[in-house]
């Protein structure tokens, strides 16, 4: 009878855990017009998705990105368009402008989205906001615990490498910690020691 009784605490906590993990969900009826449901079956077969998976991607995008980038003053514009407005910049401007950006733009757009300027909320503005809504860069992120490696691979130039690796100095300048970063003309790496 002992063992019986841990056993069953073990697999009450487990099963408590696991529902813990699990994000809540709401059900919801939706109606759709025929057409946008048409489209959103289409894409998500296209994907090798569910349409429900779709919807949920697409309403999170809302949530999280678009309902606020408007509000920010953002607008999209095409790699091809950024190059050339990189390679416009002369070479002795892209520098103070990426600096500029990042003391300036960087806690804005931070601020603005996430509430806070801090480490945390920063690696989430690279990641969620600048790569992949805005789609300035591909983004990898990796920490070793003590060293945070940020992998900007971009496409778009040798000024906007330098443009990108300004701003991102300014930006950690801003918390108190000095990046340090190499360049190409497709990426951008920074190391961050927060040691």
Request: charged share 25%; aromatic share 8%.
């Amino acid at each position: 009878m002992e063992i019986g009784v841990p056993l069953v605490q073990g697999v009450s906590q487990l099963a408590s855990a696991k529902r813990r993990s699990k994000p809540k969900s709401t059900t919801r009826t939706l109606r759709l017009e025929s057409n946008l449901d048409e489209g959103l079956s289409s894409l998500a077969e296209k994907d090798g998705i569910s349409v429900n998976l779709l919807i949920n991607k697409a309403l999170t995008r809302y949530v999280e990105w678009d309902a606020n980038s408007e509000k920010f003053g953002l607008v999209s514009v095409s790699k091809r368009l950024l190059r050339s407005l990189f390679d416009y910049v002369p070479d002795e401007k892209v520098r103070p402008l990426g600096a500029m950006s990042g003391r300036e733009g960087g806690p804005e757009l931070v601020n603005f989205f996430y509430k806070k300027f801090d480490l945390d909320s920063l690696l989430k503005a690279f990641e969620n906001l600048t790569s992949r809504y805005m789609n300035n860069f591909k983004f990898e992120h990796s920490f070793d615990g003590k060293t945070h490696t940020l992998v900007m691979k971009h496409d778009t130039g040798l000024n906007a490498s330098a443009y990108y690796a300004e701003s991102v100095k300014a930006v950690f300048a801003l918390l108190g910690l000095k990046a340090k970063t190499t360049e190409t003309e497709a990426q951008v790496v920074a190391t961050v020691s927060v040691d």
